[in-house]
C-alpha cells in the first residue's frame, strides 16, 4: 500500500472519531521498506477521562438492550466486516508487514470470533437453586461485570481486540479499547463497523502513551474489569496496578510452544503442517511451535525435512504476490531475533538456515532452525517470537514431557504420534493451556484459549471467555 493511500485513524472517543489531542505522535512504519506510512496522534490526559466519562453511562444504556438485540446488532457489524475484509486486510498488511491472504484470513477470523460471543450472548443463563422453604426462591444471576479496559498488542490486532470488543460487547459491558500504536488503521476499521450498530461509547478507541493509558484507566473507579495481551513484565505490571485496584484481569503473555515428535509420527505430514504454522505471522505468534523435540532414531530426518521446507518459503513483502512470509513488524523485533540466534549460537546451538536470501531493506529475518541446543540456551529459555526454531532430541516420552514442561511458559502445546498410550499420557501431564494433537488447531472461537504459569491468567474464547466479562450474583427472596 502506497503512503499516499495508507491514513493513520483516529481515536473513538464518546461516539465521535477525532484526532488526538495530547502532545505526543506515533510514526507508523511499514516494516517492508522502514519507511513511514503516517503519523497517529495520540490521546491526551482529557481525552481520556472523557472516554472514561462516557463508558459508565453507555454501559447502564449498552446492559439494558436484551441480548437478541445485542447479538443482532453484533452480527450486523460482523457482516459489515467481512465485507470490508480486503481493504482491511490491505491495511493490515501495510502496518504489520504480514502476507495479504494471512492478513485476510485474520480479518475474518476476528469476525468468526466476535459472531461466536454475539451468538453466545443469547445463552448467558444462571441457575435456579431448590429453595429451603416453600415461598422462598434461589437465583443465581449472570451480569455484565461493567466498564472494560482493554489492551491489545501489534502481532495480531485485529484477532487479539476481537477476543476483547467481542466477549465484553456480548456479555453487555462498554468497552475501551486501547490498541497497538504500532498498527493502528486495521483496528480503528474493524471497530467502525462495529460501532455503526452501537448505542454511543459502548466501544472506544484509543492510542496513546501506552503507560500513561493503562494508569489512568486502570485506576478509574468507572473501570471494572481488564483485559490485556503482550508481554510477560508489562502484564505483571498490569497486574499489580489491577491487584491494587482490587480489579479482575484477564492475561495472556505469549508462550513457547513444545512441540513432541514421537518415533511413529510422519515426519513429512508433520513437517507440511509445522513449517507453515511456524513461521506464519514470521513467527510472531503465542501460539508459535517453538522447541521441537523429536524421537532420536527420527531426528536427522526431522532436521533435513524442516530445513528443506523452512528454506523453500518465499520472503518478501505482505503485498507481493506469492509471498509466504513476510519482514518482522518493528526494527526492535528484527535486532531482538538477531540477537537470540547469536546468543544462542554462542552457546553452542548449531544454526540451520539459508544465508542471503532475505530482502535488504525493511526487517526482514530468514526463517531459521537451531538444531542441537543447549537448554540453558537463550532460546530455549526465552520466546523468540519470530522465525526461530529449536531442536533436540529426546529418548523417552518421560525425557520428551520433562524438556517440554522446563519452560516458565504454558499456553500452547504439540503432539505428533499415532499412539492413544502417548495421547493419554501427554494431555495428563504436558503443562500447557491448549494442547493440538497431530494437527494445529489450539485457537477455535468455541475453545477457550489462555495460559498455564507465566502464560497468564484466565481464558479467552468460549464460555470461559465470555465468563471473564460477567459477574455471579445470587438473589434469595421469599414471596410474601
Ligand atoms: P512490550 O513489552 O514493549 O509491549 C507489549 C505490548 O504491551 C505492546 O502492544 C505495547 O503497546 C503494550 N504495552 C507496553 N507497555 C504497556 C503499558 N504500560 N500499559 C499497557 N500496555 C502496554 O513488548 P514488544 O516489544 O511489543 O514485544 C516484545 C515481546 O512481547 C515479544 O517478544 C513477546 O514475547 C511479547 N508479546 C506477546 C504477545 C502475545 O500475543 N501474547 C503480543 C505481543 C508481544
Known sequence: MSVAIYRCPELLVAGRWRAGRGEGRHVVVDPATAEPLGELRLASRADLQEALDCAGPAFEAWKAVPAHERCARLERGVARLRARADDIAALLTAEQGKPLAEARAECLMAADLIKWYAEEARRVHGRVLPARSADARMDVLKVPAGPVAAFSPWNFPLVLSARKIGGALAAGC?????????TPASVAAMVACLAEELPEGVLQLVYGVPAEVSTALIESPVIRKLSFTGSVPVGRHLAQMAAAQLKRITLELGGHAPVI????????????????????NAGQACLAPTRFFVARSRYADFLEAFQAAADDLRIGPGDAPGTQMGPLAQARRLHAVQDLVARSAACGARVLTRAGRVPEAGYFAAPTLLADVPLDAPAMVEEPFGP???ALPFDSLDEAIALANRSDYGLAGYLFTDSARTIQ??????EVGSLAINGIGVSVPEAPFGGLKASGWGSESGIEGMEAFLETRFTHYSVP
Open 174 to 182: 462498554s468497552i475501551i479499547l486501547k490498541a497497538a500504536e504500532e
Open 261 to 280: 515428535v514421537c518415533e511413529d509420527a510422519d515426519i513429512e505430514s508433520t513437517v507440511a503442517l509445522m513449517v507453515p504454522h511456524k513461521f506464519r
Open 388 to 390: 526461530v526454531a529449536c
Open 425 to 430: 499420557a501427554v494431555s495428563q501431564r504436558l
